[in-house]
């Protein structure tokens, strides 16, 4: 059964893969990606790809290089990293790292990949806020690193669009069914990478060996990003509307490094490389690689030499909550973004022969009305021969809550006409809403409505008619339940995910040749799909920030984040705590939603912001205690400065550690004190007070509690102390919130935060 939930598809192909040893045949042969000093290279060498060639050729091992290019150099790289990739032996791997200039190599690995009504809920409005002011993204060029492009989507159409900008660097490359002519003043660049996948043993086929996206997931990502306007946009009559994306006049460059859902380090290395040469001034990335430490991440190394020319890093956490410290991405300098629902329900309703109707939810693409047919009600699902018995009727059945894929795949197998089945009181998820055969999940109170109903009538009957869009009901948004939380292994004091946006349900732009979805066992075709994942609430996000850096040429990285960051709501559409999905509906905690859900206009005018640059960056990882190498390898600079180390980051949000005691031993409390600098970005003085929403069994304090800007770009710093009180039991988790608000109440600058015992194994 092919169930729809984007990224956790392409992860099954994944983790299938990475099983494999990486060398599997006869061979000690394997892809490394190598970092060099570039301060070493010899003056005899005029450029650093002739010296990489050169150190590569002392080495040669003739018979196992015969197969691949150059010296088996694999990638070359210019800004992402000081370095290159190439396919080496154990033997040359040990030459090589006695080779003067050698600063560290690890082995290639396989990464993971993880709307029409968003953006109305998102609340951007033509006529004032974030898109007027940003002039909808005009001029801004966002690069998405993923599965490539359909081009002859109408999202990227240019009509509207303004020329290419003169700085652009970039090119529309050309390969299978995909040539130069395909790019426009929308699509302004087009790239493909796969030399790394092709390098492995054994090699990945790959059969459309062009930025063309034969999965989709690119396409949908990047036509969420800056996505042109498509009116009469819908999926089967689901969610219709006029689609676009975040930034609709922003240009679109894809790097292609996904192919039929598998990508390696190598190859996105190189695609972020060549975004960052190409002149592109957001990077949006839907994907991630779990477990590495920052100095072997590529994308935390790539990002660093982004973030220091000035473009906005956008990643997803993955979709392996809701367990604690699950998420990917947790890099300090770039934006780490979680999955949210929005008030938007996809819906079959159930019309019960006594003239009840019941909204339950479902995406099925066949035919969109069941006429009316007996229902029955059958108890549990697990029992095939029970159910073929029961003929073509719409059946009603009790599955394992924990289990319900299994029960739908059997009443999908059995010969019944339709299946209603039951989820637990928090719902079933966004995963198993879509369905093959006509069918749909319905809340027990509904549930227990029906069966009255089947016992009451001597005939009972229901039709079920799909392709119903419900708008705002009542409670929105909630942090969805398979998005991964914090705390970030690779950098655990800096408190991630750093916020949510809309990820369930979202309809973009599909390949037309990519099925959707099945009827049966019919795939069926749509140039529009509603997925859902981290990946979705990525380009959101992405499309969010070019609006910013639009709006605020001169903002850095980190301010354009701090903005998006502490103008996040923390309360829903009915003001109370966002709920947390994966935790049966109790408000969310900042490990699962950060500093809340995006609110672009409010990020236009944050009042005040929490800056950082390189030296920040360098300083915390001084503090985490990398080798002089290891820091090279992310820096790409040889002038180490460890004079300062700092853990304490001049980040938006807070997070505090202490160890979980009992009350005889006293244990666990103590102080943890934050020093924070905040820079005044709204024109004129401004006078701002503390306001702490306290956390129970602790007792906070800033210091000093009222902030006096004079003038625009003025700095303040301020000191805040998280003391315990009492001890804390294992792994818990409490939080509270600083506020800063202004004289005048036009500005309240939020930041989680958190106090945990959590300790990561
Ligand atoms: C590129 O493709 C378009 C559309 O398929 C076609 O009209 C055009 O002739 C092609 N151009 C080149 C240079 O191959
Ligand atoms: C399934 O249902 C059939 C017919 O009602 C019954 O004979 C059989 O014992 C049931 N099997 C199980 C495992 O409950
Ligand atoms: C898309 O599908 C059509 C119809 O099957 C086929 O003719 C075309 O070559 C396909 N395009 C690509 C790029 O595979
Ligand atoms: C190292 O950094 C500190 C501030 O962080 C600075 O004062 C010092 O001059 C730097 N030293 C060198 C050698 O660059
Ligand atoms: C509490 O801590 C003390 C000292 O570490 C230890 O001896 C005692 O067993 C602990 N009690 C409980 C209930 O864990």
Not at 293 to 307: Q, R, T
Not at 453 to 462: Q, V
Not at 489 to 511: E, F, T
């Amino acid at each position: 059964m092919a169930r729809h939930y984007c990224s956790l598809r392409l992860w099954f192909v994944l983790l299938a893969a990475a099983a494999v040893p990486f060398t599997t045949v006869s061979s000690d042969v394997d892809t490394y990606i190598v970092h060099m000093d570039m301060s070493a290279m010899p003056a005899a060498f005029a450029h650093h790809h002739s010296w990489f060639a050169a150190t590569l050729s002392a080495m040669a091992e003739p018979s196992h290089l015969a197969t691949t290019t150059c010296h088996g150099l694999i990638h070359v790289y210019d800004h992402a990293i000081h370095g290159f990739s190439a396919r080496l032996s154990t033997h040359q791997l040990s030459q090589l790292q006695k080779t003067h200039g050698f600063l560290s190599a690890y082995p290639d690995r396989l990464v993971k990949l993880d709307t029409t009504h968003s953006y109305e809920f998102l609340h951007l409005n033509p006529s004032s806020g974030l898109w007027p002011a940003s002039n909808f993204g005009e001029g801004v060029i966002v690069g998405v690193v993923d599965s490539g492009v359909w081009p002859e989507s109408e999202s990227y159409r240019e009509n509207g669009m303004p020329q290419v900008p003169s700085r652009w660097k970039g090119a529309c490359e050309e390969g299978t069914a995909f040539n130069s002519s395909m790019c426009n003043r929308k699509l302004i660049g087009a790239r493909y990478f796969n030399r790394g996948l092709r390098a492995r043993d054994p090699p990945v086929p790959i059969s459309v060996n062009s930025p063309r996206d034969m999965g989709g997931h690119g396409t949908h990502t990047s036509s969420t990003a800056v996505g042109n306007y498509v009116r009469g946009a819908s999926f089967f009559g689901y969610a219709p509307g006029t689609a676009r994306g975040m930034a609709p006049r922003a240009h679109l460059a894809v790097y292609k490094v996904s192919w039929g859902g598998r990508a390696a380090t190598s190859d996105v290395l190189a695609g972020i490389d060549k975004a960052i040469s190409d002149g592109v001034d957001v990077i949006s990335l839907s994907l991630g690689f779990d477990d590495v430490h920052l100095h072997k991440d590529p994308i935390a190394i790539a990002a660093y030499a982004a973030m220091e020319k000035g473009i906005f890093v956008s990643t997803s956490t993955g979709n392996d909550g809701p367990d604690f410290s699950t998420l990917h991405n947790g890099i300090p300098w770039v934006l780490t973004v979680g999955a949210a629902s929005f008030d938007r329900e996809l819906a079959c309703v159930v019309d019960l022969g006594d003239g009840t109707s019941i909204v339950a939810a479902s995406v099925y693409l066949g035919e969109p009305v069941l006429e009316e047919l007996p229902i029955v009600f059958k108890g549990a699902c697990d029992n095939l021969t029970s159910l073929n018995r029961v003929g073509h009727k719409i059946v009603v059945c009790k599955g394992d809550p924990d289990d319900l894929d299994s029960a739908i795949s059997i009443v999908g197998s059995a010969r019944v006409a339709g299946g209603l089945f039951t989820c637990p009181t928090e719902g079933c998820g966004v995963r198993l809403e879509r369905f093959e055969f006509p069918g749909a999940l319905i809340s027990p109170q509904d549930a227990r409505t029906i069966i009255k109903y089947i016992h009451r009538s001597p005939a009972p009957t229901a039709r079920l008619r799909f392709r119903q869009t419900r708008v705002r009901k009542k409670q929105a948004p909630s942090v969805a339940e398979y998005t991964s939380r914090g705390p970030s292994h690779s950098c655990p004091n800096v408190l991630k995910p750093d916020l949510v946006a809309p990820g369930s349900q979202v309809l973009a732009s599909w390949p037309q040749n990519a099925s959707v979805g099945f009827v049966g066992t019919r795939p069926v075709h749509s140039p529009f799909n509603v997925i859902s994942g981290s990946s979705m609430s990525c380009p959101h996000a992405s499309g969010v920030a070019a609006l910013l850096r639009a709006a605020h040429p001169d903002w850095s990285p980190a301010a354009i984040r701090s903005a998006m960051m502490t103008t996040a709501d923390s309360l829903d559409n009915t003001g109370k705590p966002i709920p947390d999905r994966g935790n049966s509906g109790e408000p969310a905690t900042p490990l699962a939603m950060g500093s809340g859900h995006l609110n672009p206009n409010r990020a236009l005018d944050p009042g005040l912001i929490y800056d950082a640059g390189a030296g920040d960056y360098m300083r915390l990882l001084c503090a985490m205690k990398f080798s002089k190498q290891q820091i090279q390898a992310i820096t790409r600079s040889s002038n180490h400065n460890c004079s300062s180390p700092s853990l304490d980051l001049n980040y938006p949000s807070f997070i505090a550690y202490f160890s979980a005691g009992n009350s005889s031993s006293g244990a666990g409390t103590g102080v943890r004190e934050f020093q924070r600098t905040v820079t005044n970005v709204a024109d004129g003085s401004w006078t701002y007070a503390a306001r702490l929403t306290p956390i129970e069994g602790f007792s906070l304090h800033v210091e000093p509690h009222k902030l006096v800007f004079k003038e625009k770009h003025d700095k303040q710093s301020f000191k805040l102390l998280v003391e315990s009180k009492a001890v804390m039991e294992k792994g818990k988790v409490v939080h509270g919130w600083l506020s800063w608000v202004d004289d005048q109440s036009k500005h309240v600058v939020n930041s989680p935060i958190v106090a945990t015992t959590f300790t990561f194994v």
